[in-house]
Nanobody, 122 residues
Framework: KLQASGGGLVQTGGSLRLSCVGSGRSFVRYGVGWFRQAPRKEREFVASIARYGTATYYTDSVKGRFTISRDNAKDTVFLQMNSLKAEDTAVYYC?????????????????WGQGTLVTVSS
C-alpha cells in the first residue's frame, strides 16, 4: 500500500516536496515511480527510482528541476520539485514496481497510491 502526500498550492517558481510512504514488507526492494495527470490529459511518467536508490530516470520536461530520492530506513520516496511551472499542475501519483528497476510505463507498476494535487498558479 502506498500513501502519497505533500501536494498543495504554490506560485510559479516555487517548490514542493512530495512523499510516498510504502507499507508492507521490503519496500526498499521496489522500484518507485511518480506519474501525474492533468485535467483532460493522460497520466504521464515523471520520474522513477530503482530499488535501494541505485538509479534514477526523469522525463525531459522535469530534468534539472525535479529530484527523486528515497529514505530506505523510513520506507519513503520523495519528489523534490523546484522551479515549478503552471504546466506542472496535476494530480501526482506514486507507484511501485516489484521488479525493482526504473520504468516509464504505467504497466510496469503493480501498486498505486491515491494521488496528491499540485496546483501551480501564475
Amino acid at each position: 500500500k502506498l500513501q502519497a502526500s505533500g501536494g498543495g498550492l504554490v506560485q510559479t517558481g516555487g517548490s514542493l516536496r512530495l512523499s510516498c510512504v510504502g507499507s508492507g514488507r521490503s519496500f526498499v526492494r521496489y522500484g518507485v515511480g511518480w506519474f501525474r495527470q492533468a485535467p483532460r490529459k493522460e497520466r504521464e511518467f515523471v520520474a522513477s527510482i530503482a530499488r535501494y536508490g541505485t538509479a534514477t530516470y526523469y522525463t525531459d520536461s522535469v530534468k534539472g528541476r525535479f529530484t527523486i530520492s528515497r529514505d530506505n530506513a523510513k520506507d519513503t520516496v520523495f519528489l523534490q520539485m523546484n522551479s515549478l511551472k503552471a504546466e506542472d499542475t496535476a494530480v501526482y501519483y506514486c507507484a511501485a514496481a516489484g521488479r525493482g528497476g526504473i520504468y516509464d510505463s504505467r504497466q510496469s507498476y503493480e501498486a498505486w497510491g491515491q494521488g496528491t494535487l499540485v496546483t501551480v498558479s501564475s
